[in-house]
């Protein structure tokens, strides 16, 4: 078997990964607000939604709240839009508490699951509707109309109704609608849930494009981790009621913080072994077959057992032995276009997932097939 090398595939089939913003690249109009969130609490008798939440969002960020069902996620998004009430800690905007402004008073922009668009009105009338609310004279809101369907390139629907459009049409017309009026903060809860694969990536790019442009911040609920990889400057990975880590997309996946972030966050390996020897961040580590191998640390430990995280596609696989590799066995194959989804059990017992490209004129490995793999020490983490 030829050499498969380990392929940095972090978006789990998107086309392409999209790597961390750069602070130079920042947006040149920011208008959103900045949120502090600080020691939430939401309880529902004994069991809590949020629990002791704190986290501060700067002005024109767009950050990603993920999670499993029951995380807390979509509880501290309608906290912090009115829908329900502290029972206690603070949640500040530009400064000011705003516990006890009404939610239609918020000034926030919402878009939910639920497209929620006037059957009855046009493309234009349903993105024009908080305008008239708001009294805002015609002119103005016929122009503010006409901007909005065209960054969200609804221009040429502007006469059909839902009932005309597509699933994916009618989510852009309701993000159009919750952006007409500008606002400083934009509350979104899994909005792309309803929609299948392929639009879903679509209309990912186009919300971070209209990120971009119209420099509102966002804070974006979901529990598929492709969105949240794909489209947050940072993402705050939450589990019964608590955020468990919050960071950029590449460090919540190259560095997640433990066994629960690795394992929620992208397919992985976790490697029980013991710790041999560690020398400043590096540590060697002996597995339970008895591998030996280098890897990175940041953690306090030093001594005892540990988890090592080895994502996928850091895994390397050849049909001859190589320096520091070591044998598995193909338990099963699968083609997946551009990607071949391994799974190997070493001689120790020990199963690994490989993700690699596929290769021109080389055949599936087959069960049973005998291969070598190997990572380095840049390829795999130690968990606290």
Not at 165 to 181: C, D, E, L, T, Y
Request: charged share 25%; with cysteine.
């Amino acid at each position: 078997m030829a050499d498969c090398p380990a392929r940095t595939v972090e978006r789990q089939g998107l086309a392409a990964a999209r790597l961390d913003r750069p602070a130079d690249e920042a947006r040149r109009d920011v208008i959103g607000s900045g949120i502090a969130i600080q020691d939430v609490v939401k309880a529902y008798g004994q069991f809590r939604a949020a629990d002791h939440i704190s986290l501060d969002i700067q002005p024109g960020e767009f950050i990603t709240l993920l999670g499993p069902s029951g995380s807390g996620k979509t509880t501290l998004l309608n906290l912090l839009a009115g829908f329900q009430k502290l029972d206690r800690g603070r949640i500040s905007v530009d400064g000011r508490p705003i516990h006890d402004i009404p939610t239609h008073r918020r000034g926030f922009g919402m878009v939910f699951q639920s497209y929620a668009l006037f059957p009855n009105m046009t493309v234009s009338q349903n993105v024009g509707f908080p305008l008239r609310m708001a009294g805002i004279d015609r002119e103005t809101a016929e122009r503010r109309v006409a901007e909005t369907l065209d960054i969200m390139r609804l221009s040429d629907h502007a006469r059909k109704t839902p009932s005309q459009m597509s699933g994916g049409q009618q989510q852009r017309v309701a993000i159009a609608r919750a952006i007409v009026m500008r606002p400083k903060v934009v509350l979104m809860d899994e909005p792309l849930s309803a929609l299948d694969r392929r639009l879903r990536e679509s209309i990912q790019i186009e919300i971070r494009a209209l990120h971009q442009t119209i420099g509102s911040t966002i804070l974006f609920v979901t529990h598929d981790q492709g969105e949240a990889l794909t489209m947050s400057d940072r993402i705050a990975v939450m589990d019964a009621g608590k955020i468990i880590q919050c960071g950029t997309p590449t460090e919540i996946y190259r560095h997640p913080q433990n066994r629960f972030v690795a394992s929620f966050v992208g397919e992985s390996n976790l490697i029980d072994a013991e710790i041999v020897q560690k020398r400043g961040t590096t540590m060697t580590l002996k597995s339970r077959s008895g591998h030996v191998f280098t890897a990175e640390s940041r953690n306090a430990i030093d001594v005892g057992r540990a988890s090592v995280l080895v994502r996928p596609e850091r895994i390397a696989i050849s049909g001859e032995p190589a320096p520091n590799s070591l044998p598995a066995t193909v338990t099963s194959a699968l083609f997946l276009g551009e990607l071949l989804r391994i799974e190997a059990r070493t001689d120790g017992g020990e199963t690994l997932l490989i993700r690699c490209t596929d290769v021109a004129d080389r055949p599936l490995p087959a069960s049973g097939d005998r291969l070598h793999v190997r990572w380095g020490a840049n390829d795999c983490w130690v968990l606290s």
